[in-house]
């Protein structure tokens, strides 16, 4: 980037990092312990999927309609 400026050292240096649940499954839905706090989560590869399946879920949510598969992203899951 910086052809022109010589003995120059990299102090720090980013890749990137992949998260992941651990059944890889995002997490979509609204808050158990907080009104009107809604997630959509998603993580690792999948995270456009995941964007794009919770904003359609979420919308269902807003407009009091049922989803069945909404309990595979449940925010709490894994609280038990």
């Known amino acids: 980037m910086f052809p022109n400026i010589k003995n120059i050292e990299i102090d720090y240096k980013y890749c990137g990092v992949f998260a992941s649940t651990l059944d890889n499954l995002g997490f979509i839905g609204e ?19 995941f964007a794009i399946l919770g904003g359609m879920m979420l919308s269902k949510l807003y407009h009091k309609e049922v989803d069945k598969d909404m309990r595979l992203f449940k925010v709490d899951r894994f609280d038990n």
């Open 31 to 49: 808050d158990p312990k907080h009104n009107n706090l809604w997630y959509n989560l998603g993580y690792g590869a999948n995270g456009i999927l």
